[in-house]
């Protein structure tokens, strides 16, 4: 199993960066797929999940400036993030498990994670 999450990297605060997460070794199209984060000093938490039949779930810190969403033919998992704010600085990482929510409940515990990719949301 892998989950590979790429487009990290340094932004002002206001702007916007686009994650991708490629999958492969699991059967993507029964999984739902969630992006958690992780900041210096911090537990992993939740940011987003998204259903099998495309449904978006937000933590509500992130509610209205980021969006989730999958395509299952080419087995991604994409965040788009705008309007980024310096707490948003974090080691974002992409997860499945069975439902949205239990990436929302128990981001510590899920089938399958990925390694993280490097935010940096400058003031």
């Known amino acids: 199993v892998q989950l590979q999450a790429s487009g990290g990297g340094l932004v002002q605060a206001g702007g916007s960066l686009r994650l991708s997460c490629a999958a492969s070794?699991?059967?993507?199209?029964?999984?739902?797929l969630g992006w958690l984060r992780q900041a210096p000093g911090k537990e992993r938490e939740f940011v987003a999940a998204?259903?099998?039949?495309?449904?978006?779930y937000y933590a509500d810190s992130v509610t209205g400036r980021f969006t989730i969403s999958r395509d299952d033919t080419k087995k991604m998992v994409y965040l788009q993030m705008t309007n980024l704010k310096p707490e948003d600085t974090a080691i974002y990482y992409c997860?499945?498990?069975?439902?949205?929510?239990?990436?929302?409940?128990?981001?510590?515990?899920?089938?399958?994670y990925g390694q993280g990719t490097q935010v940096t949301v400058s003031s």
């Open positions: 998204v259903g099998t039949a495309g449904a978006g």
């Open positions: 070794g699991f059967t993507f199209g029964v999984y739902s």
């Open positions: 997860a499945a498990d069975r439902s949205p929510a239990i990436i929302r409940v128990n981001p510590g515990n899920l089938d399958y």
